[in-house]
């Protein structure tokens, strides 16, 4: 049991920096999606903005919806990835273990934050591990479907994303209605293919 438990909690690791990974990559994928201003929207510098800053540039948080999935990202970023990446200590949060006598060693987070649910700690209980990889399985769904589906089928699909008036003029009629953008997609990777297999 505890070398399940540990190996879980290198899974979960693994699995937490890969997600907020494939998160960045999205949401840059997804600004071409919206309606923005190259003059005034610096890529360069939209694409250092941290995961929640580009969030918010790019969908609605006013969406009830849309607001969840964002704070659900946020309680597993401060709770979970952060201290992940910065040796189990977090802005909110810092795990100590306390010595007590006849006990032994007792973890112990030091926060200034009154908890309200959901991921205490990197260290949490087998059945929580089992939450977070159920609000990733979540959150992929939402991905999938909800309004970052085109950003989405554009990155599962493999080629890259234009970011000329052009093109992205191209994309947004696309985006239309589901059907009018998979027949779009469908187009646009069978020219990468046949430029990758130099078929002319």
Sequence with gaps: EAERRRRARYDLGAATTAFFSMLEHLLVFALATVDYDPATVDIGGFVKKRWAEKFKRVLDLSDSETKKHYDSLHAIATQIRNPQAHGGFGAETSRF????????????????????????????????????????????????SGPLRFAWRYAEAGIGMPFDAESRQRLRQAMMDDE?????????????????????
């Design 180 to 200: 009018t953008f998979a027949t779009y997609l469908d187009h646009l990777t069978w020219g990468h293919d046949q430029a990758a297999n130099m078929d002319w």
């Design 97 to 144: 273990y306390v010595h007590l006598t006849g006990i032994g060693a007792v973890p112990l987070d030091l926060s200034k934050a009154d908890p309200s649910g959901g991921w205490a700690s990197p260290f949490m209980p087998l059945h929580e591990d089992d939450e977070l990889w159920s609000a990733f399985d979540d959150l992929l769904r939402w991905f999938a």
